[in-house]
């Protein structure tokens, strides 16, 4: 069975790619990197531990990662990320915490083990900043080779940011880190802007949790309805809220949900572009193409699988 890894920051498209992976009987998710971004680190794990336990999983274990970028000795969140996920990072809404704490064990060392120990079968699934993954890569170069996958949601290739008109929130959080790994030979996906934005959820779909009228529907719900209405300020024209991390977990469950273009991707880390994402023209022309960008999605067929993988394991969560 394959292995998943989640590392998030956890805001509420985290914490529906968390019910996304506990919904799908194609993967074993064996432990949550902890990431700032959406969030400050240590809330981030705490929200993690919180919905694996809501959700019914606490056999998940949670590890923390990296507080801050590759280049900077703090973070602090962004208005904007607190408008769109909620001061607390799941829409303000609140639940218990767990009695849980983090495993011991740091994230970065926890990825290089999952990596050395499952091989092939392992799929890392990054949606926040590319911190852990790169101090994994520089820390033991060999998991390159070692690693069945890597699907991060992150970038924007044939569409325009959603920080400025190039750059990408997760990849703007650490530019330096994200080139690292798209440099390192690692096999790749990047599921971006291009196709996440057109994977869209409305209070259509969150009635029905609501409806189950069990306490991890009622916060799904809840949660995601937060989501929505800040969708309706900063993009309106979207008519709902893009599943942006959900869409990497479904591509980690089922690569055929996308169409992607084989590339050897950077990111611009120099001059007014930096954050930019973008085909690498110094391996332009290497037979060997390392990642791949999703360029397409069936949209239909995923939000059909999101939408009954959650609704299941919110209900028989209770």
């Known amino acids: 069975m394959t292995k998943l890894i989640l590392d998030l920051d956890t805001g509420v498209d985290d914490a529906l790619a968390i019910a996304y992976a506990l919904g799908s009987p194609e993967v074993e998710l064996i432990g949550i990197t902890g990431t700032y971004g959406n969030v400050l680190l240590d809330q981030g794990v705490r929200n993690a531990l919180a919905i694996t336990d809501l959700l019914g ?9 990296l507080p801050h970028s590759s280049t900077t000795d703090s973070f602090e969140v962004l208005e904007i990320s607190k408008f769109i996920h909620g001061a607390n990072g799941i829409g303000d809404v609140s639940i218990p915490d767990s009695n849980r704490e983090p495993q011991s064990e740091p994230a970065v060392d926890f990825i290089i083990d999952a990596a050395k120990t499952y091989g092939k079968e392992l799929v890392y699934v990054p949606t926040g900043p590319m911190t852990n993954i790169a101090a994994a890569l520089r820390k033991a170069p060999e998991i390159k080779d070692e690693i069945g996958r890597i699907v991060l949601m992150g970038g924007a290739l044939t569409v325009c940011g959603n920080v400025n008109a190039w750059e990408e929130a997760n990849i703007s959080q650490d530019p330096d880190a ?4 798209f440099r390192s030979g690692a096999p790749a996906t990047m599921i971006g802007l291009d196709v996440t934005l057109q994977t869209l959820l409305t209070y259509r779909e969150t009635r ?6 069990t306490k991890a529907g009622a916060f799904l719900a809840d949660m995601t309805d937060f989501y929505i209405k800040a969708y309706e300020t900063t993009s309106p024209h979207l008519g709902g809220c893009g599943l942006h991390d959900p869409l990497a977990v479904g591509v980690a469950v089922d690569p055929t949900l996308v169409d992607t273009l084989p590339m050897n991707l950077k990111v611009d880390v120099d001059g007014p572009t930096r954050g930019r994402t973008i085909g690498d023209n110094t391996r332009l022309n290497d ?6 960008a999703a360029v397409g999605v069936d949209v239909p ?10 609704t299941a394991l919110a209900k028989h969560a209770g």
Do not use: C, N, S
């Open 57 to 65: 999983h606490p056999e998940v274990g949670v590890y923390k990662g």
């Open 178 to 181: 994200a080139d690292y790994l």
């Open 208 to 213: 029905q949790w609501r409806d189950l009228g």
């Open 287 to 292: 037979p060997v193409k390392t990642m791949k």
């Open 301 to 310: 067929r995923f939000l059909h699988e999101f939408m009954t993988r959650i």
